[in-house]
């Protein structure tokens, strides 16, 4: 699976959008992007994914660039319930990596008031 | 509602003793997974498995054995063979049609005294 590079930190004022990058240079075509966050000392919690299109749910919105290097995870109007460590994840999807998923050190992000 | 149940939530033992941790899924999912975490740090794949009866290794299966008898159900055991067990143990679960969209509990936190 291609290694992900995301920045350690990021802040976000309440309200406003939150705009979390990833740098997957190495991605191969049938390689899907996937996000998910974790809340402190909770399990991680699933967000979205894509292969090139842009992709929205209810939770997010999923930008991925047309060379698909790199991709930008939104949310829109950040709450303070948004804090929480994001990862960026690269893998192949259905049984080709059977499930295995690799996990970096994400980003934190942090909602301020 | 479902969900998947870790526990205890907490649980200490004492150096060179075995202990099990319980992971119990009732969204009739097909594969489960066994995720540890250190402080500060991502989550490494301990096991997974895919079907009732069948488990494979993962990055770090080193001092850990599993069962699989069950589909809700996929225990951890931690031996006394695992140099480092103190950490916090994530279980998850996915259907097999979408194997990355993972479910994770809430985790049981363990430390060896």
């Known amino acids: 699976d291609a290694k992900t590079t995301q920045p350690p930190s990021m802040d976000c004022a309440e309200g406003r959008a939150a705009n979390l990058p990833c740098n997957h240079s190495?991605?191969?075509?049938?390689?899907?992007v996937y996000w998910y966050r974790q809340i402190h000392s909770q399990g991680p919690q699933y967000i979205i994914h894509?292969?090139?299109n842009n992709e929205t749910n209810e939770m997010a919105s999923l930008i991925i660039t047309e060379d698909r290097k790199s991709s930008t995870l939104i949310l829109p109007h950040a709450t303070l319930r948004d804090t929480a460590v994001y990862y960026c994840?690269?893998?192949?999807?259905?049984?080709?990596?059977?499930?295995?998923?690799?996990f970096g050190q994400g980003t934190i992000l942090t909602v301020h008031p | 509602d479902g969900g998947i149940t870790q526990s205890p939530k907490y649980l200490f033992r004492k150096e060179g003793q075995n202990v099990t941790l319980s992971c119990e899924q009732n969204?009739?999912?097909?594969?489960m997974y066994w995720y540890r975490q250190d402080p500060g740090q991502g989550l490494r794949l301990i096991y997974y498995?895919?079907?009732?009866?069948?488990?494979q290794k993962g990055d770090i299966a080193e001092g850990y054995s599993v069962s699989r008898e069950k589909k809700e159900s996929f225990p951890l055991t931690v031996t006394s063979a695992q140099k480092n067990p103190t950490a916090f143990y994530l279980c998850?679960?996915?259907?097999?049609?979408?194997?990355?969209?993972?479910?994770f509990g809430p985790g049981t936190r363990l430390t060896v005294l």
């Open positions: 190495t991605i191969s075509g049938n390689e899907y």
């Open positions: 894509g292969l090139k």
């Open positions: 498995s895919q079907i009732v009866n069948d488990f």
């Open positions: 994840i690269v893998a192949g999807a259905g049984g080709t990596s059977y499930g295995k998923l690799t």
């Open positions: 969204l009739n999912h097909d594969a």
């Open positions: 998850a679960s996915s259907y097999r049609e979408s194997y990355n969209e993972q479910f």
